[in-house]
């Protein structure tokens, strides 16, 4: 099946440091979502994004699904953003849409 | 309700009993999605309906696992005869249709502990 990897595995910064987040795919893929896990375990929505780019705040994120990649980028980062950021991708329409997840990426901002 | 929602939120139940766990979409989502999230595995697929039918079970880890979705809303997995390997965050999502531009929302788990 499809392998979905994520890098960094961890990742600390200090509060205001900038930061990018890699997701490889090794096929194909229909769509592409970043979730960031908060301390309390809680899966947000952060970017539906099976290709190009997207903004919201200080969080953007790049899908060039020809060479099957993903980037979630973080600028001026806060303490609120620490947490485990995963990828997910669904391969085939087909397969209804389920998501196979990255191993994350877990990152500390300190203040 | 706004979001999913699940329910409980912690179980702690002892080796070889069977548990229920509850899912309640959002409201007018046809897709549902079960998910588990272990320490060792990461966050796995389980099952995924699509209204009452559930047309790719190929997640579940064995014939103890099982789930049901009746009027095309509220789901429940059940583990049968449980074991300890079983002990993980069970997450659920909902989204539109299975079709595209429909992200996954997710509830906020029920965290299963096996004694």
């Known amino acids: 099946g499809i392998q979905v990897e994520q890098s960094p595995p961890d990742l600390i910064l200090q509060e205001g440091a900038n930061s990018t987040l890699r997701c490889n795919f090794s096929?194909?893929?229909?769509?592409l979502q970043w979730f960031h896990q908060n301390p309390w375990g809680q899966l947000i929505n952060l970017f539906y994004?099976?290709?190009g780019t997207k903004q919201n705040g200080r969080l953007s994120a790049t899908t060039v699904a020809t060479e099957r990649y993903s980037l979630l980028y973080i600028s001026s980062s806060q303490t609120t953003d620490s947490g485990v950021y995963f990828c997910?991708?669904?391969?085939?329409?087909?397969?209804?849409?389920?998501?196979?997840f990255g191993q994350g990426t877990e990152l500390s901002v300190k203040p | 309700g706004a979001g999913v929602s699940q329910s409980p939120s912690n179980k702690v139940t002892e080796k070889g009993k069977d548990v229920e766990l509850r899912c309640d979409p959002i409201?007018?989502?046809?897709?549902l999605y079960w998910y588990r999230q272990s320490l060792g595995q990461g966050l796995e697929f389980l099952i995924y309906?699509?209204?009452?039918?559930?047309?790719?079970k190929s997640g579940l880890p064995s014939d103890r696992f099982s789930a049901e979705r009746t009027g095309g809303s509220v789901s429940t997995l059940t583990i049968q005869r449980t074991q300890q390997e079983d002990s993980a965050v069970y997450l659920c999502?909902?989204?539109?249709?299975?079709?595209?531009?429909?992200?996954?929302?997710f509830g906020d788990g029920t965290r299963l502990s096996i004694l």
């Open positions: 994004i099976p290709s």
């Open positions: 997910a991708v669904e391969q085939d329409y087909n397969q209804g849409g389920k998501l196979i």
């Open positions: 409201s007018g989502h046809t897709a």
């Open positions: 096929d194909s893929v229909n769509n």
């Open positions: 309906f699509q209204g009452n039918s559930a047309p790719d």
């Open positions: 999502a909902s989204s539109p249709d299975r079709g595209r531009d429909q992200p996954q929302h």
